[in-house]
């Protein structure tokens, strides 16, 4: 503290005390969570687009656009209001997280965690060789990647698994008359988070009237994240992957692991580095 006392006297700067300290480490905490917060929701996408009407906001000004101008002062007037109702089921989430005795854990914790790995080769493989038998058997499957957005909203929908993913483990899952088998599995780094998720449907009307509830859920979710999601067809067995609204269909085990293998490469996939989280979970 003297050392850093000196540098402050050499510098000018104002007296920082050790309450200072606090302060500011608190703080840091704080907006470090509410960060995180904003990019594990949807809030990160409405931000986004609030923050998009903040600069054309601007450009009118500059350009001296009266009635665009006028126009936005009235939009952005009652922005924060619809931010609190659009936002409403998120608010309450975390007024009910600040009650739980989980709270504080989760705080100090700093995104830091040891129970996942990477997602590497090793899981594509078992992706793969599960995908393989699956197709032959004719059972239906759909298994969301995770990338840089989060999918704890997903999860709630779903029942926590989180093992290890192998190819045993996932045709456990998606095995006919299991209590897991109807819904999505969510992979996140080298582990299964959770299973019978739930997934938004696609609303394109364009999408092929051949295509199944899985294509659709799949492409659903693929046109509102970056996960990539892996389907097998119950009725034709036939695998494909959604991602960024778009369906690759008709994929050999081959172009499947080709496929996969350029997640493994990808920084914005989630995992680990070095044994530290990635926490980029940005919408």
Known sequence: MEFLQNIINLLNLPHIGV??????????????????????????????????LLVIYVLVNLFQLNTLTWLLNKILGWGFIAL??????????????????????????LGF???????????????VQACEQMSAARTGALIVVERANSMSEIERTGIKVDAVVTSALLLNIFEHNTPLHDGAVVVRGDRVAAAT????????????????????????????????????????????????????????????RDEL???????????????????????
Request: net charge positive; proline share 2%; aromatic share 8%.
């Open 19 to 52: 309450r200072d300290v606090i302060e500011i480490i608190v703080i840091a905490i704080v907006f470090y969570q509410l960060i995180l917060w904003i990019q594990r929701t949807r809030a990160w996408r409405v931000l986004r687009g609030f923050l998009v």
């Open 84 to 109: 609190v109702v659009i936002l409403q089921p998120e608010l309450r989430r975390i007024l009910e997280q600040l009650g739980s005795r989980g709270f504080f854990a989760g705080i100090f914790n």
């Open 113 to 127: 965690s040891h129970n996942e790995g990477e997602f590497g080769a090793s899981v594509v493989n078992e992706i």
């Open 197 to 256: 998720c739930y997934l938004p449907l696609s609303d394109n009307t364009e999408i092929s009237k051949n295509l199944g509830t899985r294509h659709r859920a799949g492409l659903g979710l693929s046109e509102v994240t970056d996960a990539w999601i892996v389907i097998v067809s119950e009725e034709t067995g036939r695998i494909s992957i959604a991602r960024e609204g778009a369906l690759t269909d008709r994929l050999s085990s081959a172009e499947l």
């Open 261 to 283: 293998m350029k997640l493994v490469k990808d920084p914005e996939t989630r995992g680990f580095k070095w044994g530290i989280r990635r926490q980029k979970d940005a919408g």
